[in-house]
């Protein structure tokens, strides 16, 4: 079906919008008013830009307060859409969306509002202009969707019709199983909406919150699917007022506005992109670094033994039971030093990971770094974190570890601290792509995101997010820092897996890990809150191990200092555990505060 | 009253949150227990710390889920009060705050709350320990203050009493008025807290929204009064949940939170600060800026004369009508070029209006900045602009005027473009800082706050808010960019007041004013919107003047181009027009960004 979006949910002037409409690949715009008043451009001059981007002007948009008025105010809207109407033929649209009153002027009168309606839908016929009739959640009479088809049926008229907008009619809690019923050429247009689930007043969640399908928590899909089932077939379009939209690069905007309307029109059965491939787990995780002086001591004290060296580039592999990490000077680093850049994914088809991933407009990047390196399938995630599709050491496959020359034996048990794999990788996202990124992970990697949580730093508000493979071999977590301010969320991390926190925490401090130090007054708390028993109590306050428990386990966890931007936990799972300590994430971000 | 303030309410580690509540004059805080569990000192360093700022422990809080439960969890509940009551021991607190359960296992039995409850209290007595049951407005069983009151009524313990807290009686709609009824020596505590009106759950609009009283809609100074009405002698305590406080600096808010509770106190009856001088007019508006050139030109061809320059510095004087602007090439100036750094205000009583800004922590500026310059009395506002206190011209008083040598005599009538005299200015305030800014003028200056509102700028919503003198004679827009990324709102203006827009208009384009360009688009719409007739269509149309009208009168306006950080705005008020023309906003916004 064809793709569109309404000019309000991208950021900067009209021609931004539209520019960044096409290179997203939409095929057409709702033209919101406002941006058209605001542009110098000429609605003629519109109509051409369009033109040569390829942009369909599939609605103006919105027209409101018409209806089921006394005389004289009809006489006024009617007057007040005829000029809309003229610069509906110099724009070229040939729909207008005309929203359910608000107004005071307007009545509790369906007879009344469709006979009014009929009047406006006659004047614009002569224009060759259709009007789509929508349901505002918070229309003063007519707020559902049902009801706004009560008045199109009867008005009767072959240029009326209604528009349909998944937040008007999800957000109110109204059963979408009558869409089934209206024919499906009175359903003039199609607006798709999504909202994260808030208790609040509807105008100002619409007004603030909405996102993109997939981001948020409205069944868009389900909707979708009821009105192409009832045989709507014009365009999927997008209509988004989101605060932080608004403030964004709208050409990002405009592709993840692109990515989710494809895992919808997946989702509904309309379209077939290739199936995702779960990654299976993490192949490695790269840190970009000046040198590697501090993060080879930090490693080794970790028990961690530098086993390659590539054979092309200066990068290190350091390995540990099944964890790797890489170590790379060659490429960018930033300002604060060291930094998570790349991930490797275990996937069983990378080529087919990369197909996936490309069909919702993730940046492929170059399969060849060299003329020697092994090719590597990797893609771009919306925070540039490189993501590398790994076959590691399957004979079906060339293995990324040919580039690597040995360096020295993996540690032997007796050197080794026990860690045996990454369990989970946190990465930081910009302030602005949250959401962006939670769906990038969903739709592209086939991850599950978890529920949306804040951790209370000491300098704001966190938001963080898992995204985890069904079978928890891998995690991500996002997290978002409060603003980009000058507490800008200085941390990632990489977090290994033991399966004996004790023995662990005992070795790194013979080998001289830098642990961060853990508060007594979070020890004292922890004994209040459970009763471990105090030999427990004691060894977890004298090795600096954090403890959590949910209904399916126990949680044990510490963590390195910090070197650049990249700090490491080590963690123990017991019993089926699924969190990530979140209860304890303040102690820790104030203990990396003091110890800066 | 002594005045307090939780540790949740400010930034930082709990070192620096005790730093900053003693510098801004607090007597007490409230520890917020997670402070301390996340601080590197013991109870016994922050007890000493605090005695050293020379502030009381006025509150540990919260212990929670504690009352109306079954035998076993009772029995781990109370083991867990016993570790608290220790801490609370070695910290020097000897009041806890507990708050009503929403804890699954609390059944609704008041009788079972209020013999647990006795139970708990019993034993904190055993430790010079009190106990403040406090309703949660989202208590499961337990969440009015009338309720929680009962319960301790019933207990009848004299180690437990009432913690009232204004957020959790007032967001719930509830009467205050019992408050009276409740023996001022059960009442333990009273948390104050303001929040902006907001339909949303009440649970997300307290951990997120909260603000200082007399910055949101809540008549907390009203339920102080009965609090102090029934005998209530402990503190006035701040608990503030807000966002936007953990990201900014500590000292700010806790000078901003003083500057609330000392407002409060008066307002209450139980201060008098030095009685707010209401400003009468704009004496002038003081332009920093690099060089003068461009200012000038502009200023010329606005219909303003050079009448004056300072005999000590590098000021000069511009004028036209009763309107003044002062352009400073000796002070700072920033990067951006010109900008709005300094306001004269005219008040019958300059001293007064200082002693004002003084009792209310505004920082006060030294009287003379050399030798031979006439006194002024000057403080800084909030976001650093120079507030003038100013008698312009009066016999009884010095005037700044005094300070320069005529340059030239103001414009003819010939000359002048018919402005008469400073609208309004519109200051940019920092992002983290929109409620101080409001609660500032409001307290300081007297001035009435406006409806906040938000205004669609191409790349964020803007939010807006005027503060305005009840005679209309000085009105401050305080606008508020959407963050503090690359999109910072670069815009201040001096708006000007004409009698006569088009003859002003006209001259200006005679003048040769450089004007901001208003899309023709714009007055196709306002053609649709109101039928002002051809002519005055026509003549909006080709002077680029924007039409906004009130139910009390109408609002013509227009814009010149940005010099700098600063434009000037031309309007002519007809009939007692209130507004701003925010609903022309987003016209002059895109144009801005157009020009650039």
């Known amino acids: 079906m064809r793709k569109s979006i309404a000019t309000v949910s991208l950021s900067g002037s009209l021609a931004e919008k539209l520019a960044a409409a096409a290179a997203a690949g939409f095929d057409g715009v709702e033209i919101f008013e406002n941006d058209l008043l605001a542009s110098p451009m000429s609605p003629e001059e519109v109509r051409l830009r369009a033109a040569d981007l390829g942009l369909a002007m599939e609605i103006y948009q919105p027209f409101r307060d018409f209806e089921a008025v006394p005389a004289d105010v009809l006489a006024r809207n009617l007057r007040r859409a ?39 839908a006659d004047r614009a016929s002569a224009y060759g202009i259709r009007v789509a009739y929508e349901a505002l959640a918070w229309g003063r009479h007519v707020n559902t969707y049902d009801h706004s088809w009560r008045i199109v049926e009867q008005a009767d008229h072959p240029a009326l019709g209604v528009c349909l907008d998944s937040f008007h009619i999800l957000s109110r809690g109204s059963d979408p199983s009558g869409i089934q019923e209206i024919p499906g050429e009175k359903i003039f247009f199609l607006q798709l909406a999504d909202a994260p689930l808030m208790a609040m007043d509807v105008l100002q969640w619409s007004r603030h919150y909405r996102c993109f399908p997939g981001q948020g928590g409205l069944d868009v899909a389900g909707l979708a699917r009821r009105a192409v089932g009832a045989g709507y077939d014009g365009p999927l379009s997008l209509e988004i007022f989101n605060d932080v939209f608004r403030q964004s690069d709208a050409h990002r905007t405009a592709v993840d506005a692109m990515r989710s309307l494809i895992t919808l029109e997946e989702a509904v059965g309309l379209a077939r992109p290739p199936a995702p491939v779960v990654p299976a787990g993490f192949a490695f995780a790269e ?90 399938d990797a893609v771009a995630a919306p925070d540039g974190t490189e993501l590398f599709f790994c076959r590691t050491g399957h004979p079906d496959h060339p293995s990324w570890t040919a580039d690597f020359a040995p360096a020295a034996a993996p540690p032997e048990p007796a050197a080794s ?57 891998v995690r991500i977590a996002l997290n ?117």
């Open 417 to 473: 601290a026990g860690i045996t794999r990454i369990d989970h990788l946190a990465l930081t996202q910009p302030w602005h792509h949250f959401d962006e990124a939670s769906l990038f992970y969903r739709s592209v990697l086939g991850l599950q995101p978890d529920e949306s949580l804040e951790l209370a730093d000491p300098y704001g508000l966190i938001r963080s997010r898992a995204v985890t493979a069904p079978d928890g071999a």
């Open 82 to 120: 005829e000029h809309k109407f003229r610069v509906m033929e110099r724009l070229g649209a040939n729909q207008l969306l005309v929203c359910s009153s608000v107004s005071e002027d307007t009545v509790s009168d369906d007879a009344l509002a469709a006979e009014q309606l009929h009047q406006l």
């Open 287 to 376: 840190l970009a670094t000046p040198e590697t002086d501090r993060l080879s001591g930090l490693l080794g004290s970790l028990g961690f033994a530098r086993t390659g060296r590539h054979t092309g580039k200066p990068v290190e592999l350091w390995e540990q039971g099944h964890a790797r990490i890489l170590l790379n000077t060659g490429g960018r680093t930033r300002r604060e030093g060291p930094a998570l850049a790349a991930v490797g994914l275990e996937t069983p088809a990378p080529a087919d990971s990369v197909k996936r991933a490309e069909s919702l407009l993730a940046p492929v990047l170059p399969r060849r770094r060299a003329d020697n390196d092994a090719p590597l």
């Open 480 to 596: 978002v820092a409060p603003g980009p301010g000058e507490h800008d969320l200085p941390w990632q991390h990489v977090t290994l897996a033991t399966g004996d926190i004790v023995a662990t925490a005992r070795r790194l401090r013979d080998l001289g890990a830098p642990l961060l130090p853990i508060p007594g007054n979070y020890y004292d708390d922890l004994e209040a809150r459970y009763d471990l028993g105090p030999q427990t109590h004691r060894t977890l306050r004298s090795l600096g191990i954090l403890y959590d428990r949910d209904e399916h386990g126990e949680f044990f966890h510490l963590y390195t200092v910090t070197v650049g931007r990249v700090f490491f936990e080590i963690v123990q799972r017991t019993g089926g555990y699924r969190g990530y300590g979140a209860q304890n994430a303040f102690i820790r971000m104030a203990a990396q505060h003091a110890h800066r």
